[in-house]
């Protein structure tokens, strides 16, 4: 019923960037909250940003001020723009999308497949 599809993941120097894009698509009424998470070698998932619908950001505090989260538009398109990269920033990054699907009842969780980031020398 939703697809939500990452891209842009690769192989970086540290200090460079990235974009990371995340599109989600199908029986979507609403989402009210996008997201990108993270989960690096025998880690956890983590969070690295979100933003709801209304604009309101959160940053994990390692990414705070290198990276930036953009608006999701009418196409339910978000971004992950990612500067200073660091070895530490090595991880699969997700895209999360809180979706209100068409004859459901609530927001439910999708999740995409994964873009692996590596930062290295």
């Known amino acids: 019923q939703v697809q939500v599809v990452e891209s842009g993941g690769g192989l970086v120097q540290p200090g460079g960037s990235l974009r990371l894009s995340c599109a989600a698509s199908?029986?979507?009424?609403?989402?009210?909250?996008m997201g990108w998470f993270r989960q690096g070698p025998g880690k956890r998932r983590d969070l690295v940003a979100t933003?709801?619908?209304?604009?309101?950001?959160n940053y994990a505090r390692s990414v705070e001020g290198r990276f930036t989260i953009s608006s999701y538009n009418a196409n339910n398109t978000v971004y992950l723009q990612m500067n200073d990269l660091k070895p530490e920033d090595t991880a699969v990054y997700y895209c999360?999308?809180?979706?209100?699907?068409?004859?459901?009842?609530?927001?439910?969780?999708?999740w995409g497949q994964g873009t692996q980031v590596t930062v290295s020398s």
């Open positions: 933003i709801t619908k209304s604009g309101t950001t």
């Open positions: 999360n999308a809180r979706v209100f699907v068409r004859g459901s009842s609530e927001y439910s969780p999708y």
């Open positions: 199908g029986s979507i009424v609403d989402i009210n909250v």
